[in-house]
């Protein structure tokens, strides 16, 4: 039997859902920063930094402790901004991509420790990659309005409503084309899945043959 190589991304990861909503496609992202919540954890590491490291160089000038103590402190520095301060700041402060798409509706969690909000399949959706829209915001910082404008958001339009799924950062471009992918695909096989159902349903109350097209 072959192998064949997926023409989709194996992020975000997709799997089938069974519960009180019905049958359904779960889109799971896992947790991630936001480009201003990044901007925001990064900078308060950035201000507090530069005490730890002159005290350390302070303690080892007027002490008889060797320079390699100052060299190790400012290692320890970058690398617990990555193995600790991100992460933890990450768990309270991160955002999930988490929709769940069933026949009738889609279900959107913006926060891990958030509620799911219904959208109605009945309302015109749709999918699309756009520019930051915090880029044309005024009286950011520099270094953060430069990081938007080269960011782009994941939106699902929902009637007349603009509602952001996800944010990425350029160099991550792919991964905003896999989630409207994975997106427009759960709806369109669960919207044929859902007129098969119906039709069955039909031809049974009917008794006619079921035709297949």
């Given at each position: 039997?072959?192998?064949?190589e997926?023409?989709?991304?194996s992020w975000?990861?997709v799997?089938?859902?069974?519960?009180?909503?019905?049958?359904?496609?779960?889109?799971d992202?896992?947790?991630?920063?936001k480009?201003?919540?990044?901007?925001?954890?990064?900078g308060v590491?950035?201000?507090?930094?530069?005490?730890?490291?002159?005290?350390?160089l302070?303690?080892?000038?007027?002490?008889?402790?060797?320079?390699?103590?100052?060299?190790?402190?400012?290692?320890?520095l970058?690398?617990?901004?990555?193995?600790?301060?991100?992460?933890?700041?990450?768990?309270?402060f991160g955002?999930?991509i988490?929709?769940r798409?069933?026949?009738d509706?889609?279900?959107?969690?913006?926060?891990?420790h958030?509620?799911?909000?219904?959208?109605?399949?009945?309302?015109?959706?749709?999918?699309?990659?756009?520019?930051h829209?915090?880029?044309?915001?005024?009286?950011?910082?520099?270094?953060?309005?430069?990081?938007?404008?080269?960011?782009?958001?994941v939106?699902?339009y929902?009637?007349?409503?603009?509602?952001v799924?996800?944010?990425?950062?350029?160099?991550d471009?792919?991964?905003?084309?896999?989630?409207?992918?994975?997106?427009?695909e759960a709806?369109?096989?669960?919207?044929?899945?859902?007129?098969m159902s119906?039709?069955?349903?039909?031809?049974r109350n009917?008794?006619?043959?079921?035709?297949?097209?």
């Amino acid at each position: 039997m072959r192998n064949f190589e997926s023409p989709f991304h194996s992020w975000p990861k997709v799997t089938p859902v069974l519960d009180n909503n019905g049958a359904g496609v779960h889109i799971d992202g896992g947790e991630y920063l936001k480009i201003g919540a990044a901007y925001n954890i990064m900078g308060v590491w950035v201000s507090i930094s530069p005490a730890i490291a002159i005290f350390a160089l302070f303690a080892v000038a007027f002490s008889d402790a060797n320079g390699l103590i100052f060299a190790a402190v400012i290692a320890a520095l970058f690398a617990g901004y990555f193995a600790v301060w991100r992460p933890v700041m990450s768990f309270f402060f991160g955002s999930a991509i988490d929709v769940r798409v069933y026949p009738d509706m889609i279900q959107v969690r913006d926060s891990k420790h958030g509620s799911y909000k219904n959208y109605s399949r009945s309302v015109p959706m749709e999918f699309k990659i756009e520019q930051h829209q915090q880029a044309y915001a005024k009286s950011l910082p520099r270094r953060l309005e430069e990081r938007y404008r080269q960011a782009v958001e994941v939106v699902m339009y929902y009637g007349l409503k603009r509602v952001v799924l996800a944010d990425f950062e350029l160099k991550d471009h792919e991964k905003a084309q896999s989630l409207v992918l994975r997106l427009q695909e759960a709806v369109l096989r669960l919207a044929a899945a859902d007129r098969m159902s119906r039709q069955i349903t039909a031809e049974r109350n009917t008794g006619t043959d079921l035709e297949i097209r």
